[in-house]
């Protein structure tokens, strides 16, 4: 089970820190990431970090955010900076068991799914 939390208002500019807790799962054996959803959008990946710790992020959020994993407090993280509109969204964590054929920017690897959090930008 996942269970992220974090989001809010936030002006454009400003920063949000997103939260996910797992349990139920062996956390160190999961790569994780964070997907979000805007109105009337297909689910974008946003950022992922694997078992190794390496990191990888989509072109839209690179440079503004960072990824992070807690394998003793079993969380993952996504500080974002400089919020912009767009970021808007509702931002999903997920947990990939890592496979050789698994793409990490693709939903479709993910086998565990968190709730949601809402994340609004004002301008």
């Known amino acids: 089970q996942l269970q992220a939390s974090g989001g809010g208002l936030v002006q454009a500019g400003g920063s949000l820190r997103l939260s996910c807790a797992a349990s139920?799962?062996?956390?160190?054996?999961?790569?994780m990431g964070w997907f979000r959803q805007a109105p009337g959008k297909e689910r974008e990946f946003v950022a992922a970090i694997r078992t190794s710790g390496s990191t990888t992020y989509s072109d839209s959020v690179k440079g503004r955010s960072a990824i992070s994993r807690d394998n003793a407090k079993i969380a993952v993280y996504l500080q974002m900076n400089s919020l912009k509109p767009e970021d808007t969204a509702v931002y999903y964590c997920?947990?990939?068991?890592?496979?050789?054929?698994?793409?990490?920017?693709?939903?479709?690897?993910?086998?565990?799914w968190g709730q949601g959090t809402l994340v609004t930008v004002s301008s």
């Open positions: 997920a947990a990939d068991y890592p496979t050789s054929w698994g793409i990490i920017t693709t939903p479709a690897s993910y086998d565990y």
């Open positions: 139920g799962v062996t956390f160190g054996t999961y790569n």
